[in-house]
């Protein structure tokens, strides 16, 4: 502790000779502040070492020179905290890392010692190293205040095992003739909901479907709805939530494994277009005049949430709903929406909407934004029946053909996004199986245990997929 208090008192004697020598007859009026914070965080070139196998097979490095400058770094001021959500690849140097370092009113820049409390200055020539969280402290430039933040720069640690599939089911009929198809899971258990051409939507048992022999036997349908309710469903992972008319369905799985349903009447539904998640005991909607609504006393009374974009911008269509937890903060959790709009009001759309919003343990209120209006560099192609779904911690995405002005080929490729949505690549661990079929209706989800599952239109396919493969045969 002495060696902190006397580095930091050399530092303000420093700053007070400086300050000293400034007040001259050319500098009267000049004003030192006392605010000060970090306002960027930029790293520069970050070499990658990546292991592979000669003609031979023996084992060999090469390195790789990556722009650190396309890792963004998001700095949060209330916590002070400053981390990338898109993790550096496996091999990445985080021993010996350039950055440059931006504050607020030209504060000094420091940084601690990783064995004491010792600080120097952060130069944009001299390599640090952030194998392990470091401290920052930043010294307002009237060297009365300073500020303090720890850095976290993550590094993936290995590459992760590519998705197993198992066909579960080749030919159910009831997938095969729906017109339009949504999933949702309710902890380990999984629903699909499909359209029928009587106007009517199936609730369907996956499990139950994928455990049984016969495609006629109608004992894995759990309930029937009047009219579509295919873009009114949402789940938080223990209650399921569907809208029907004034009518709101809730239904929960008991540790016994039985599905329970209840249904509450005269809701006041009539203003609700689409559900679009649930968390916190909130059921989220979209309400006819185009903004994002929330209940918490099952839908007797809706409320409007706070957005930073325009409402327009907001999907109504083919919506996934996603809560993930932060990266370097359990105590948050991020709520994600990926969809489309409506192609007939906006027919010119390339990408897909994606809005998130972040709720604390505290449930303080923040607004949703719209993520690829400013962060995405590789947003995701605008394709019908979109579906996303969270798998570890990596979202994907698969739809049919590119609809709008988005020309992408029907289940080209599985996106992945590694940074919460903001972009969307391709991944080697994520294909489509062999002998998947499916026309433009498809839906997908993952249930609690990371497996994701697709329902196919016209084939009637169910696949299952997971990381790694299984440890033994499903059902």
């Known amino acids: ?78 916590k002070h905290e400053i981390y990338n959500a898109d993790s550096l690849p496996v091999g990445c140097d985080a021993k010996h890392l350039l950055c440059t370092i931006a504050s607020k009113n030209s504060g000094t820049v420091l940084i601690m010692n990783i064995d004491n409390d010792s600080l120097k200055y952060v130069s944009e020539t001299d390599s640090l190293d952030f194998s392990v969280p470091r401290t920052l402290r930043v010294v307002s430039n009237s060297g009365n205040k300073y500020r303090d933040y720890t850095v976290r720069v993550n590094v993936k640690q290995q590459e992760g095992e590519p998705v197993v599939w198992q066909q579960m089911v080749r030919n159910n009929e009831r997938l095969a003739q729906a017109s339009r198809l949504r999933m949702a899971s309710l902890g380990s258990r999984v629903f699909a909901f499909g359209l029928e051409a009587d106007g009517q939507t199936f609730m369907m048992d996956v499990l139950r479907a994928s455990a049984g022999t016969s495609t006629a036997n109608d004992s894995y349908v759990t309930a029937r709805f009047e009219g579509d309710v295919t873009g009114k469903i949402a789940s938080d992972g223990k209650k399921l939530f569907v809208v029907e008319g004034n009518k709101l369905h809730i239904f929960e799985s008991a540790e016994s494994g039985a599905l329970t349903h209840n249904t509450l009447t005269e809701r006041n539904n009539e203003g609700v277009v689409c559900l679009v998640g649930a968390c916190n005991n909130n059921i989220l909607a979209i309400s006819t005049d185009g903004n994002l609504i929330a209940s918490d006393d099952y839908g007797l009374t809706w409320t409007a949430e706070m957005t930073d974009n325009d409402t327009r911008l907001l999907p109504t269509e083919d919506i996934s709903s996603l809560t993930i937890t932060s990266r370097t903060n359990t105590d948050v959790l ?39 209006q400013t962060e995405s560099t590789c947003p995701l192609p605008r394709l019908q029946s979109l579906s996303a779904a969270l798998c570890g911690d990596l979202i994907v995405a698969v739809g049919g053909k590119g ?31 062999a002998g998947f079929v499916s026309n ?5 989800t993952a249930d609690n245990a990371g497996q994701l599952w697709m329902v196919c239109g016209e084939s009637g396919q169910i696949w299952c997929g997971k990381q790694g493969g299984f440890t033994q045969t499903q059902n």
């Open 440 to 444: 433009n209706v498809f839906a997908m």
């Open 403 to 433: 609809i709008g002005g988005c020309n992408v080929d029907a289940f080209s490729k599985i996106f992945v996004s590694e940074d919460g949505g903001i972009n969307w690549k391709s991944n080697s661990n994520f294909v489509l199986p």
């Open 334 to 372: 991020q709520l994600l929406l990926v969809g489309n709009r409506n192609v007939t009001a906006y027919p010119t759309d390339e990408t897909a909407q994606v809005w998130c919003k972040k709720v604390d343990a505290a449930d303080v209120l923040s607004p949703w934004y719209a993520i690829n």
């Open 1 to 78: 502790m002495k060696r902190i208090v006397l580095s930091f008192a050399i530092l303000l004697s420093a700053l007070s000779l400086c300050t000293s020598c400034l007040k001259s007859d050319d500098d009267k009026g000049v004003t030192y502040s006392d605010d000060t914070a970090v306002t960027s965080f930029v790293l520069g070139n970050v070499n990658q070492y990546v292991h592979t196998l000669s003609k031979s097979g023996a084992d060999s490095v090469y390195k790789k020179v990556l722009v650190g400058s396309n890792y963004k770094f998001y700095i949060d001021q209330l």
